[in-house]
DNA sequence: AAGATGACGCCCG
DNA sequence: CCGGGCGCCATCT
């Protein structure tokens, strides 16, 4: 489970990102959004700064989402306020 | 085994 | 936009 999920997110290009619930159901798991998060936590060399909360909120709190938006930023993605505007930066998973 | 937690999501007022 | 409530589910106490 948590390898697909992670899977799901290795596939986010630079500069691009996606929700925690976009992951689960792409990874074969929806609804399963906060099981992303534990995911993403126990996990090494993966682009967790590139998933988002719903609506393209940061939803990490503290300094880990201070560091989430010097990351996405840096990335060329635009934040305003909070929120990152999905529908330009949104990722979309597909099957060749 | 039972209750609490959380980087969540969705609906409603 | 903001707050409140509920469903969800692996993990931790």
């Given amino acids: 489970m948590f390898t697909d999920m992670l899977a799901v997110v290795r ?24 099981q992303v998060v534990w995911a993403l936590r126990a996990a090494t060399n993966v682009p967790w700064h590139r ?9 990490l709190t503290g300094d880990s989402g201070f560091e989430q938006r010097l990351r996405l930023q840096s990335e060329g993605v635009i934040i305003t ?7 330009r930066f949104r990722h979309v998973f597909r099957h060749t």
């Fill in 51 to 59: 998933v988002l909360g719903a609506g393209g909120r940061i939803r």
């Fill in 81 to 87: 306020g909070d929120k990152i505007d999905l529908k």
């Fill in 11 to 34: 596939r986010i290009p630079k500069g691009r990102v996606s929700t925690y619930g976009e992951v689960a159901t792409a990874s074969g798991h929806p609804g399963a959004a906060r």
